[in-house]
């Protein structure tokens, strides 16, 4: 009689595991499907046209949440990303580079078109409403705030990540502002290949 009770706690015991093995991995799956990273958005480029979270896929990309006001990181941000394109030649052919303001009050599409395509024509600006922006930010876990500045003008605190993206829209690494040149190349590298 002990030895059946044992019998049946085992199996009910193998069943629960099993269970749960079987809820990790579809759970697992579930996070590595082929969804965009961050989720869906609905904002518009600098020529003015709608763009959504399907631009990230077909192709690897870097996006970059900055501002066209922005002193220092996000101009270097944006030669880093010509440097890349640059240096990769043919096989960096399909990466692309997205530029997405934090300040969409100020950055309209063509002040966006005139920003980045000073840079590269291989980098897309992206604007829209303050809280479509603010959603999308949100949903990549980008931070963005005004300050203040003297006579009326402010600034932006943000993020400073490059988010690099796989072929699919899936997260795939960052490059943080200041990292050192050589690894950063190689992640962008990794990148090309997959």
């Known amino acids: 009689m002990q030895k059946s009770i044992r019998i049946i706690f085992a199996a009910l015991f193998l069943m629960i595991v099993a269970s749960l093995g079987m809820g990790a991995f579809l759970w ?3 996070q590595n499907s082929e969804a965009a990273y961050g989720g869906a958005f609905t904002l518009i480029d600098q020529t003015g046209k709608p763009i959504t979270e399907a631009a990230l896929q077909g192709h690897p990309s870097m996006v970059f949440f900055g501002f066209t006001h922005c002193p220092d990181v996000c101009p270097t941000t944006l030669f880093e990303m010509k440097g ?17 303001t934090v300040d969409p009050e100020r950055d309209t599409p063509e002040i966006l078109g005139q920003y980045v395509s000073n840079v590269s024509n291989r980098v897309t600006g992206i604007t829209g409403k303050l809280d479509d922006v603010a959603a999308m930010a949100k949903a990549w876990n980008v931070y963005f705030k005004k300050v203040p500045g003297a006579d009326g003008d402010y600034e932006m605190d943000h993020t400073a990540i490059i988010f690099l993206l796989n072929s699919k829209g899936q ?7 200041g990292e050192n040149p050589d690894t950063a190349f190689e992640k962008i590298k990794r990148l090309v290949k997959l």
């Open 84 to 100: 890349w394109f640059d240096k990769l030649g043919d096989d960096g052919k399909n990466l692309q580079g997205y530029f997405v």
């Open 171 to 177: 997260f795939h690494g960052t490059i943080a502002y």
């Open 28 to 30: 697992m799956k579930g």
